[in-house]
């Protein structure tokens, strides 16, 4: 996942142009694609650290639940399961061995947790019914999401101390990357339509990808103000790039459609490849 003031003032321009203003490209990406290791399917592909380490989420094949991974710069895969899990994700790297997500006990709640080497610890929101875990930078500065009665918000933790990330008038809040700076991006749902937001300092601006049907999110955000998400179509989610007012699709020959899991400070992208058939690849991707 700071930003220099000249940065931020260009983003901040581009970010507030009319979504009709809005460019629609291909980007043009080297891939470097991966599977799962066997007896696992890919189920998710997630965040990137810098030196490279990708995570995500595996399914058992035998057992049929849902275990994190961390595939590192040498792209050896290692499973991993939180204490007592029914079901484990892995959403967040940092580049400096420290990963976040959440898992689901076996009452049905949902806990954040990070792993730092071989570390666990589990995160709770104060008084929450239900805290997951999306993004963590290079400082171990934390962003996710709390539940508390129907009500769902974004935050920021940051040395102990927490800020409410909830977008004005919104119920459902989806906090999943923030950068160096603690800039922020996620997305909000409103009768099952996702609508992306930039969040800096308590002010969101909104990112939406141009006529997607069914909403935008936004995933990841690096320390140019480069962000990575998805647009939905039916049950499909098309990956995209997001810099200085300009979308670029994320197009992987031959395949039905890919999806944006993060990108890290190097501009290098994750996520997952779909093919007609349901084969899947994992990818790392730079993307210009």
């Known amino acids: 996942?700071?930003?220099?003031?000249?940065?931020?003032?260009?983003?901040?321009?581009?970010?507030?142009?009319?979504?009709?203003?809005?460019?629609?490209?291909v980007a043009s990406c080297t891939f470097d694609t991966f599977t799962a290791p066997s007896g696992y399917?890919?189920?998710?592909?997630?965040?990137?650290?810098?030196?490279?380490?990708?995570?995500?989420?595996?399914?058992?094949?035998?057992?049929?639940v849902g275990v994190a991974f961390l595939r590192n710069?040498?792209?050896?895969?290692?499973?991993?399961?939180?204490?007592?899990?029914?079901?484990?994700?892995?959403?967040?790297q940092n580049g400096t061995?420290?990963?976040?997500?959440?898992?689901?006990?076996?009452?049905?709640?949902?806990?954040?947790?990070?792993?730092?080497g071989s570390n666990f610890a589990q995160v709770d929101y104060p008084k929450a019914s239900q805290t997951q875990l999306f993004g963590v930078n290079?400082?171990?500065?934390?962003?996710?999401?709390?539940?508390?009665?129907?009500?769902?918000?974004?935050?920021?933790?940051?040395?102990?101390?927490?800020?409410?990330?909830?977008?004005?008038?919104?119920?459902?809040?989806?906090a999943m990357a923030g950068n160096d700076s603690n800039t922020v991006v996620g997305y909000y749902s409103?009768?099952?339509?996702?609508?992306?937001?930039?969040?800096q300092n308590g002010t969101f601006t909104d990112i939406n990808y141009p006529g997607?049907?069914?909403?935008?999110?936004?995933?990841?955000?690096?320390?140019d103000g480069v962000i990575v998400g998805n647009h939905f179509s039916a049950d499909n989610a098309y990956g995209f790039l997001y810099q200085n007012g300009t979308f670029k699709n994320i197009v992987y020959s031959g395949a039905k459609y890919t999806t944006a899991g993060g990108i890290n400070n190097n501009g290098v992208v994750s996520g997952l490849i779909f093919f007609k058939g349901g084969k899947t690849l994992g990818y790392t991707a730079t993307c210009k």
């Open 212 to 223: 997607a049907k069914y909403g935008t999110a936004l995933y990841g955000i690096n320390n």
């Open 190 to 199: 409103v009768n099952w339509v996702n609508y992306g937001f930039f969040w």
């Open 1 to 25: 996942m700071g930003l220099r003031h000249s940065v931020l003032a260009t983003l901040a321009v581009c970010l507030l142009s009319s979504t009709a203003l809005y460019g629609k490209k």
């Open 138 to 174: 290079k400082s171990a500065a934390l962003v996710g999401s709390f539940t508390t009665g129907t009500q769902t918000k974004g935050f920021l933790l940051v040395n102990g101390n927490y800020t409410t990330i909830a977008y004005p008038k919104q119920d459902r809040n989806y």
């Open 41 to 64: 399917t890919l189920d998710t592909v997630q965040g990137i650290g810098d030196d490279g380490t990708v995570v995500g989420q595996l399914i058992d094949n035998d057992k049929q």
């Open 73 to 92: 710069p040498s792209r050896k895969i290692t499973v991993f399961s939180a204490p007592q899990s029914l079901g484990t994700w892995m959403y967040g």
């Open 97 to 116: 061995d420290t990963s976040d997500g959440y898992f689901l006990d076996s009452k049905g709640s949902l806990h954040g947790f990070t792993l730092t």
